[in-house]
């Protein structure tokens, strides 16, 4: 069975951090891209972050370049994403996706048909 779970969400202040971890089972992880997607209450889904399978390179969005930081383990099958200098505006469920990213426009997201986890809740208060 294909699992990504996620863990690390939670409740914090303007300008502190988070790490989030997506842990993979069930596939073979290094075959795929590996991301980050966010969505916050009333918006659209947002590619925050990934890891490409073909070169290794990592894509952010401009909205956390600088203050966010993805990084891959495949032998232990797990992501992370280090958050730092959170605002409200990073608010959302994060969901962990692995697939075929694509890139459109300056903006990455994944299929409906790819893997995705079931997210976790960050919330960062005033």
């Known amino acids: 069975e294909v699992q990504l779970v996620e863990s690390g969400g939670g409740l914090v202040q303007t300008g502190g951090s988070l790490r989030l971890s997506c842990e993979a089972s069930?596939?073979?992880?290094?075959?795929?891209?590996i991301g980050w997607i966010r969505q916050a209450p009333g918006k659209e889904r947002e590619g925050v972050s990934c890891?490409?399978?073909?070169?290794?390179?990592?894509y952010y969005a401009h909205s956390v370049k600088g203050r966010f930081t993805m990084s891959r383990h495949n032998a232990n099958n797990t992501v992370y994403l280090q958050m730092d200098s959170l605002t409200p505006e990073d608010t959302a469920v994060y969901y962990c996706?692995?697939?075929?990213?694509?890139?459109?426009?300056?903006?990455?997201?994944?299929?409906?048909?790819?893997?995705w986890g079931h997210g976790t809740q960050v919330t960062v208060s005033p």
């Open positions: 890891i490409f399978r073909s070169d290794g390179t990592t």
């Open positions: 069930g596939f073979t992880f290094d075959d795929y891209d």
């Open positions: 996706a692995a697939g075929s990213a694509i890139i459109s426009i300056g903006a990455m997201t994944f299929r409906e048909t790819d893997y």
